[in-house]
């Protein structure tokens, strides 16, 4: 269906740019498989214009990968984000958000999201003379999902700005 999604789009979809987008942490297997099936998919003539991360923070993207070991990550990401500019690719942060399941250790896993997205921003400012790169929010507020807890943005629930707004609004200056 991958093959078949890219067909149809390369035909009629010509004026939209083509994101393979991803969900899930830095896995090294995971992303090896996404650029090989990226360089496939071209290798058969299908346009891919950009490489997508859906940065689910602490559910597709482990707690392991962007707390316990955030800079071997970042790491991992410059080197997708420079593998993406080397083949002419954009990158492109799709579905950023941080995931809080003890809502008793909001305040300090606020201060972790603030620490985590200052260091991928960071990385993001990085990159942005060698292609492009964006980066996009989930949401704005909390969005609750039953059984697995709240989902943070840069607002709380009541609309006031989080820690982690900061770290956004200064990469906007």
Known sequence: Y????????????????LVYNQ????????WD????????????GYRVD???WQGHLLLGAKRKDFVDNIDESMEKL???????HQNNLEF???ELDYLVKDGSKLESERQ???EVYQKIVHVLKSKVNNGVVTLNLWDLGVRFKKGTGEF????????????????ISNALK
């Open 50 to 52: 950009g490489i997508g």
């Open 92 to 94: 492109h942060v799709t």
């Open 78 to 84: 410059s080197a997708l984000i420079d593998w993406a």
């Open 152 to 167: 943070q943005s840069i607002y709380d629930k009541d609309l006031n700005a989080t820690p982690a707004h900061e770290v």
């Open 112 to 114: 972790i999201q603030k």
């Open 33 to 44: 498989k996404l650029k090989k099936t990226i360089l496939y998919l071209r290798s058969k």
């Open 23 to 30: 969900n899930a942490g830095m896995d090294d297997v995971l």
């Open 2 to 17: 991958i093959l078949k999604a890219f067909e149809i789009a390369t035909k009629y979809a010509t004026n939209l740019k």
